[in-house]
């Protein structure tokens, strides 16, 4: 990405490109008053990226740091039928959805709507580099740009089908744990998709 930047803009590999500003600072810190204002000089198309990333990056750490886990002694008795206990964290969860290994944390009844603003972010985000650098990516013959270009590809797969997963099961006012159970098996699961979706 960073090579990307010289070759679709004609500038310097530096410009509205985060690890490389990141690691100019560091590189810079003993003479700060050499810092560049690069930073500044940046494209609608580029601090547009930058903001869907910023978004991305806040709504991905809230999630990481979110607590769903609650303490059950605080909890009104007549409600525990919706708390299940999540053996990875070894806690109690409200109408627990599952336990995401994405954001190392369980979702559950009080992060399950930023859990889902962080997957739209990050589909967002991920279109959006793609509309921006995919083409060009594509047409390189440059073998790690290609690899890189497939990653993306990929995690945007991966993140759309989770988020559609999701406001699917939202709709039918259901959870991942719970559907999963209902459709144990191949079969079964693709069978369960397919209800979901009608
Ligand atoms: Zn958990």
Redesign the pocket.
């Known amino acids: 990405m960073f090579l990307a930047r010289t070759e679709l803009t004609g500038r310097h590999y530096k410009k509205c490109n985060i690890a490389a500003e990141i690691w100019d600072l560091v590189d810079q810190l003993p003479n700060v008053k050499g810092i560049s204002s690069d930073v500044l000089d940046c494209s609608l198309e580029e601090t547009l990226y930058l903001v869907f990333l910023g978004f991305f990056i806040v709504l991905y750490a809230m999630s990481v740091t979110s607590v769903p886990q609650i303490d059950t002694k605080d909890s009104d008795n007549s409600k525990t039928e919706s708390i299940s206990f ?1 053996s ?2 070894c ?1 109690n ?1 409200d109408t627990m959805d599952h ?1 995401c290994y994405l954001i190392c ?2 979702v559950g009844k009080k992060n399950r709507g930023l859990f889902l603003c962080c997957l739209l972010a990050g589909t967002v985000n991920l279109s959006y580099l793609l509309y921006l650098c995919g083409a060009w990516a594509f047409r390189s013959n440059d073998c790690i740009t290609v690899i890189g270009l497939l990653l993306v590809v990929l995690f945007l797969g991966l993140l759309a089908a989770l988020l559609a997963f999701q406001l699917l099961l939202i709709r039918n006012k259901e959870t991942t744990i719970g559907f999963m159970k209902k459709n144990k098996g191949k079969r079964n699961f693709l069978t369960g998709l397919a209800k979901l979706v009608v």
């Open positions: 999540c990875k964290c806690a969860v336990h944390n369980c």
